[in-house]
C-alpha cells in the first residue's frame, strides 16, 4: 500500500486531482456549518444581481436566491448521488460479473446476453427510458444512472474473472474442498476487487455528468431542490443576459469531474501491476542516451564490439545501474556466452546494442557500441531501424510472446523480410518457406499458415530463429533462447545454431543461466555479476580453471551426473541492489577470500594469462597452471 502511494504521488496531475477533489468534498461536507443563506428562500427584488454584490458573493439567480448557497448545497447532492450510483452499479455489476464468470456455461450465457441488450441501448437513452418510467425525481434519477452503468462493470469484471477461475490457485483451492461461494470470497475477490476500484475512479465522474443531464431536463432533481444539473437547466433562459448563472453551476461540474478523472488515473497508475511495472508504458522509439562522458576510443577488435557501456534505469530521484561498464566483443563465425545470476545485466546489456531498453525509464549514460566500427549509441532512428533485424537481428527467450497471436507464422516472416528487402508478397512467402525448411521444420508449405499457438514450443522458437535469419543478419543475439524447452528439444535448438553460425559465419551473443550450454555452444564466455563482467575467456579454460570466486561458485552449483557424490554448493547471500552497489567488489559480501582492500575503490578487469577476471585475489589452480 505504501508502494502504491509513493506511485501516485509521483504523479502530479493525479495529485492536483486529489487536492482539488478535496477541497470540493471538504466544502460540501462543511456545508450545514458554513454561514449560508437558504438555498429555497426567493427574493425577485433582488433577482440576477452580479457577481461580488453584497450579501451575495456569486451573485443570484432568476429568482433571488444566493448562487453561492445553492451551488455548495447542488453540489453536495450531486457527489452523493454520483459516489451512491458508481457504488451501486459496481456492486451489481461486479457481483453478475464474477458469478458469469466463475460458473460459467449456460449460466454465463444467459447473463452475458442480457447484459449485451441492455450495451445494445445507447446509455442517455437508456436513463432517459428507465425514468419515464418511474416518473421524475433524484431518486429514480440515481436507479437510471446506476442501472446504465451495471453492464459496464459486468462485462469488465466477467472478462477478469474467466481469466482467474482455472489458474492454479483455484484449483487448489477446490482441492483443499473449498465450496464455490468461499472460493468466489476467497479467492476471487481479492484478486478483482483492484479492478472494481479503478473502474469506479474512472467512470464516478461520467455518473455525476449523466445525473447532471437528466436533472437538466428536468428529470432529476425538482424545484426547488437544487443539483448541479437542475441549476443549469434553470439558467439557461438566461444564458445571453446573466451568463453567470449558468457559468457558476458548469464551473464547479468542469472542476468535479476533471478532478475525479485526474484522480481516477493516478489511481489506475498505482493500482494496477502492469503499469506499475511499466508493461503498458509507451517507450520511446529508441532508448534515450545522456551520455555522462567521452566516447571511449575503439580497443576492441571484432564485427560488434562493446566498451564502457552503462544503462540505467532513472525511477523518480533512483538511478538503478544494471549495466555499469560493460566491454566485450565478438568476431564474424565466433559465438560469446553471456552468463550470470537473474538481474546480473545481460539482457539489458544486450537490449542495449540497437537501443531497445524500454526509455523511460532506461537512459544509456556511457559507453560505445560499434557494429564494424560505426557507434549506434546515439545514432538517427532510420539508422537502428535499418540494423534491427536487417544487420543484428535478435532469438527472445519465449516466442509464445514475442510472435503475434493473431497473426500466421508465415505473415509475420513476409513482413519481416518486406521490412528490410524490396520483395514481393511471392517472393517473400517463398522465402519465408525456405526459412521454415532451414531452421528444420517439417512441412514447412503448411506450418507457414499456423497461428503461433497451433505450433510446440519447439517449433515456436524455430520460427523466432528463422525470423532472426530471415534478412541474412550477420550478428545474432540469443536472450535465453532454449530456457523454456525441454532437454530434447534443447539440444536440437543449440545444434541448429551451431549449424547455422558455421554455415552462415554469423556471430552469435548467446546468453544464458546454463553451463552446459555454454559448453556446448560458445567459444568464449563472460560472466557478469552486478552489471559488470567479472571474467572473460576461452570457454574450456573458464570452466576448466574459472579465477573470479564468483565463477568458481556459480560452476560448483551445478550438479553433475555420473561424478559420484559430491556437495552441491550455494552462494550464500543475494546480489546488492543496483542503486546502492557497495564501493569496491559488489560479490564482497558473499565472497569467503574477501579482505579490507576489496573494499576500497573500483578493481579493474585485467588481463591474466588468456582470459581477463575483476578479482584482487582470484582462485588458483596450480595443475592447470603448470600444464600452461
Known amino acids: 500500500m505504501t508502494a502504491a502511494f509513493l506511485l501516485f504521488s509521483r504523479n502530479r496531475m493525479a495529485l492536483a486531482g486529489g487536492v482539488i477533489l478535496f477541497i470540493v468534498l471538504l466544502l460540501a461536507l462543511a456545508v450545514p456549518l458554513l454561514p449560508l443563506a437558504d438555498p429555497d428562500v426567493t427574493n425577485t427584488a433582488n433577482r440576477f444581481r452580479p457577481p461580488f454584490s ?29 459516489f451512491a450510483a458508481a457504488t451501486i452499479a459496481a456492486t451489481i455489476g461486479a457481483a453478475i460479473g464474477v458469478v458469469a464468470g466463475f460458473y460459467g456455461g449456460r449460466l454465463d ?36 444512472v446506476a442501472a446504465v452503468n451495471v453492464p459496464f462493470f459486468a462485462r469488465n469484471i466477467r472478462g477478469i474473472t474467466v481469466g482467474l477461475a482455472h489458474k492454479e490457485f483455484v484449483d487448489a483451492a477446490r482441492l483443499s474442498g473449498l465450496s464455490r461461494p468461499q472460493i468466489i470470497l476467497t479467492e476471487i475477490l481479492p484478486n478483482v476487487l483492484p479492478v472494481i476500484v479503478i473502474a469506479m475512479s474512472t467512470t464516478i465522474g461520467w455518473m455525476i455528468l449523466e445525473t447532471a443531464g437528466l436533472s ?10 437544487a443539483d448541479l444539473g437542475s441549476m443549469l437547466g434553470e439558467a439557461r433562459a438566461a444564458l ?21 478523472n485526474l484522480l481516477g488515473d493516478g489511481i489506475r497508475d ?12 509507451r517507450p520511446m522509439a529508441a532508448t534515450r542516451v545522456k551520455r555522462e562522458g567521452p566516447v571511449p576510443e575503439p580497443t576492441l577488435d571484432g564485427i560488434l564490439t562493446l566498451e564502457g557501456l552503462k544503462t540505467e534505469f532513472h525511477v523518480g530521484t533512483r538511478r538503478l545501474r544494471a549495466v ?5 566483443a565478438v568476431r564474424p563465425g565466433e559465438c560469446l556466452g553471456i552468463i550470470g545470476e537473474s538481474g546480473s545485466g545481460k539482457s539489458v546489456t544486450a537490449l542495449s546494442v540497437t537501443g531497445l531498453v524500454a526509455s523511460p525509464p532506461g537512459v544509456i549514460t556511457g559507453g560505445a557500441v560499434r557494429y564494424r566500427g560505426e557507434d549506434l549509441i546515439g545514432a538517427p532512428y532510420e539508422r537502428l531501424r535499418a540494423v534491427r533485424g536487417g544487420e543484428i537481428a535478435y532469438i527472445f527467450q519465449d516466442p509464445l510472446a514475442t510472435l503475434h497471436p493473431l497473426y500466421r507464422v508465415g505473415d509475420q516472416l513476409v513482413e519481416a523480410i518486406q521490412a528490410h528487402q524490396n520483395l514481393g508478397r511471392k517472393e517473400a512467402s517463398a522465402k519465408a518457406v525456405e526459412l521454415l525448411r532451414d531452421v528444420r521444420i517439417p ?7 499456423n497461428y503461433p499457438h497451433e505450433m510446440s514450443g519447439g517449433m515456436r522458437q524455430r520460427v523466432g530463429i528463422a525470423m532472426a535469419l530471415a534478412n541474412d543478419p550477420e550478428v545474432i543475439i540469443a536472450d535465453e533462447p532454449t530456457t523454456a524447452l525441454d532437454v530434447t528439444v534443447q539440444a536440437q535448438i543449440l545444434s541448429l545454431l551451431d549449424d547455422l553460425r558455421r554455415s552462415r559465419d554469423l556471430a552469435i551473443v548467446f546468453i544464458t543461466h546454463d553451463f552446459g550450454v555454454v559448453a556446448q555452444l560458445c567459444d568464449r564466455v563472460a560472466v557478469m555479476y552486478a552489471g559488470k563482467v567479472v571474467e572473460e575467456g576461452p570457454t574450456r579454460s573458464v570452466l576448466e580453471a574459472p579465477r573470479h570466486p564468483y565463477t568458481a561458485r556459480l560452476i560448483a552449483c ?20 543496483v542503486d546502492r552497489l557497495p564501493d569496491g567488489c559488489a560479490f564482497a559480501d558473499r565472497c569467503a577470500k574477501v579482505r579490507p582492500v576489496c573494499r576500497e575503490g573500483d578493481i579493474p578487469l585485467a588481463p591474466q594469462g588468456d582470459r581477463a577476471v575483476r578479482c584482487l585475489f582470484p582462485e588458483e589452480h596450480p595443475s592447470r597452471e603448470a600444464a600452461e
Open 270 to 281: 498505482a493500482l494496477d501491476p502492469r503499469l506499475k511495472s511499466g508493461a503498458l508504458s
Open 109 to 144: 450465457n444467459i447473463i452475458m446476453r442480457g447484459v449485451d441488450m441492455l450495451m445494445a441501448f445507447p446509455y442517455i437513452l437508456l436513463a432517459l427510458a428507465i425514468v419515464a418510467a418511474l416518473g421524475p425525481g433524484l431518486l429514480n434519477a440515481l436507479i437510471a
Open 558 to 577: 551445478v550438479p553433475e551426473l555420473g561424478g559420484g557424490r559430491r556437495r552441491l554448493e550455494a552462494i550464500p547471500g543475494l546480489p546488492p541492489p
Open 54 to 82: 453584497d450579501g451575495a458573493l456569486l451573485g443570484t439567480d432568476h429568482l433571488g436566491r444566493d448562487l453561492l448557497s445553492r451551488l455548495l448545497w447542488g453540489t453536495r447532492l450531486s457527489l452523493a448521488v454520483g
Open 216 to 225: 437538466f431536463l428536468g428529470l432529476g432533481s425538482q424545484p426547488p431542490q
Open 324 to 328: 555499469g561498464g560493460v566491454s566485450l
Open 240 to 260: 445571453i443576459s446573466h451568463p453567470h448563472t449558468s457559468v457558476v453551476p458548469g464551473v464547479m461540474i468542469l472542476i468535479i469531474v476533471m478532478s475525479i
Open 443 to 449: 512441412n514447412p508449405e503448411r506450418r507457414i499458415a
